[in-house]
């Protein structure tokens, strides 16, 4: 892996590299005795009597010093000097701006195909009113039997694919399996017209999103779209007894969120990204130290070594994250 020149080592850290493991060795040789004829003496110098049997002697002082000041001193200056620069909390700030795209990504991913389908119904609508919903209803309703080819009232996989190629849309096979996984939500590898709807209704809110936001940058319509969005793994139970996803969906679209709405609703994104990062629903992001912020930059001008040790990819999956008012 390539380091930029900021991160590469120092003489200064090279001659403290070299000299720690060498002073600690000898600092815990100053322990180590031997018996000889009924007395015990120092190992490294055989003239001096075991200074384990003197607490108060100079040598056993001047080693219980030296092991606080090198084999238990450095690792704590280095854990002060991560702390200092705030090293872990740019590394979960950065995972965490990781996560989001990957969620948005992966929301995006789940629209695609009935994107394609909003733009044959005659592209996004404003539904403001009662009649434009039911008007959107209506037109959904159609679209669901010109999909549902064999008439039963529900649509098969096949059946989606096979209107897709039909219909000029550019998909494949993968994001219809990655639509279903979110919108089949009693999994009975169908689609009822409540589903179907619900996916429109999604997507025609979904342009909502360039994909390049951050958890800070989100607006009070986006918080809500991803907390109402039906993720894999997640049944209707799962959302019908979650508070903040009954917050979002209750939240009036007309009116601004409660402060205390909004920094729920970005924890409980946060917390998203992590368990389906452990569910292997999306892949871990792969973020490294590349000096993208002021903070970051002066941490790798001054400590730049430690970098190498502390992997921002590597961070465990915290249970309580802090989000980004």
């Known amino acids: 892996m390539y380091w930029p020149p900021s991160l590469q080592l120092t003489p200064g850290w090279h001659r403290l590299i070299l000299v720690y493991p060498v002073v600690s060795s000898a600092v815990f040789q100053s322990f180590y005795c031997q018996d000889i004829i009924n007395e015990s003496f120092l190992v490294a110098d055989y003239r001096e009597t075991c200074p384990n049997d003197d607490h108060s002697g100079k040598i056993f002082v001047w080693s219980v010093i030296c092991i606080f000041l090198y084999p238990i001193g450095i690792p704590a200056l280095f854990v002060r000097l991560l702390y200092y620069f705030d090293v872990p909390k740019l590394a979960q700030k950065k995972t965490e701006r990781a996560l989001v795209h990957s969620l948005l990504d992966l929301y995006m991913r789940n629209i695609a195909v009935s994107w394609e389908i909003i733009k044959k119904m005659g592209g ?13 209803r209506n037109t959904a309703q159609k679209v669901f039997n010109q999909i549902d080819a064999n008439g039963n009232g529900r649509i098969e996989r096949d059946e989606m694919y096979e209107y897709m190629v039909n219909s000029g849309i550019v998909g494949d096979q993968t994001e219809v399996n990655e639509m279903w996984m979110s919108y089949d939500s009693n999994n009975d590898g169908r689609l009822e017209f409540d589903e179907f709807y619900q996916m429109l209704l999604d997507t025609n809110r979904a342009k909502e999103f360039t994909g390049h936001e951050t958890l800070a940058d989100l607006n009070d319509t986006q918080l ?41 609703m970005k924890r409980w994104i946060t917390k998203l990204g992590y368990k389906l990062m452990r569910q292997s629903v999306i892949p871990q992001p792969a973020v490294s130290w590349n000096g993208a912020t002021k903070k970051e930059q002066q941490a790798m001008e001054r400590i730049g070594m430690l970098f190498r040790t502390y992997q921002v990819s590597d961070l465990p999956l915290a249970r309580s994250v802090k989000a980004v008012p």
């Open 124 to 136: 996004k609508k404003q539904l403001a009113t009662d009649a434009d919903k039911q008007n959107f």
């Open 224 to 264: 809500r779209n991803l907390c109402t969005h039906p993720w894999p793994r997640m049944t209707d139970e799962d959302r019908l007894n979650d508070p903040v996803v009954q917050a979002a969906r209750q939240a009036d679209p007309n009116s601004d969120l409660s402060f205390k709405d909004r920094v729920s």
